[in-house]
């Protein structure tokens, strides 16, 4: 006859073991459900920060970031960025609002590969801005700078059977530190909006504020 103590042990044993495994089982399902909490936050964090239709910064992300740019910066001058597409009404107008979210998709990756590892965003509309870091303020690099950025955004960009080509207008202007972001921003912007004001008599159109000499520089392309 087999021993009681020998019976109850072997019950507790299994008992222990059943315990057990329904404990991992719970926890399983409690670090499942952790990380998926954790991947839905952090979901909701991007769609808060970032524009849905390019995948770029939004606005406020945009002064968040360059904010702390600015103040990480090792004394590398950093150039403020601000372009808008010209016209873009009729593209949407022609040929519809799916071959003007293409153009700012493709804007948006072109501004990007352009800009490498530096600050891009979309501000709104077809409206965006980066915040680049220069070797120099010199107004020759940042010539150059708004000629190849320029030259990116003019190349077709195919939806369907149609090509279509946009230009930008593009105004530039130096960071001095933090406290000057929003007025280097402004300074971009109406260099922009100067340089769109010149009309559509060049392929692209792009004005320099380099904060050193009143004017800014008139780039024609």
């Not at 022609?94 to 501000?123: C, K, M, P, T, W």
Request: with cysteine.
């Amino acid at each position: 006859m087999p021993d009681p103590f020998t019976i109850v042990s072997g019950i507790c044993a299994a008992g222990a073991v059943a315990a057990g495994f329904q404990f991992r089982q719970r926890a399983a399902r409690a670090e499942a459900r952790i990380e998926l909490l954790q991947a839905e936050l952090t979901a909701e964090r991007h769609a808060a920060s970032h524009d849905p239709l390019t995948g770029l910064p939004n606005r406020r992300a945009f002064y968040r970031l360059a904010a702390t740019l600015l103040t990480d910066a090792t004394g590398q001058p950093l150039i403020a960025v601000v372009l808008d597409l010209d016209d873009f009404k009729q593209v949407n107008d022609r040929y519809g609002h799916a071959a003007g979210d293409q153009v700012l998709i493709s804007v948006a990756e072109r501004f990007a590969a352009f800009a490498g590892d530096n600050l891009v965003a979309r501000l709104g509309g077809d409206e965006f801005a980066g915040l680049l870091a220069s070797p120099t303020v010199d107004h020759r690099w940042m010539e150059h700078a708004a000629r190849r950025l320029s030259d990116a955004l003019a190349v077709p960009i195919q939806h369907g059977a149609v090509s279509l080509r946009v230009t930008a207008s593009v105004g530039l202007a130096p960071v001095r530190g933090p406290a000057q972001l929003s007025d280097a921003l402004c300074r971009a912007d109406a260099a922009m909006y100067r340089a769109k004001s010149l009309g559509a008599a060049r392929p692209t159109r792009q004005l320099l504020d380099t904060g050193l000499h009143g004017d800014p520089l008139t780039v024609h392309h």
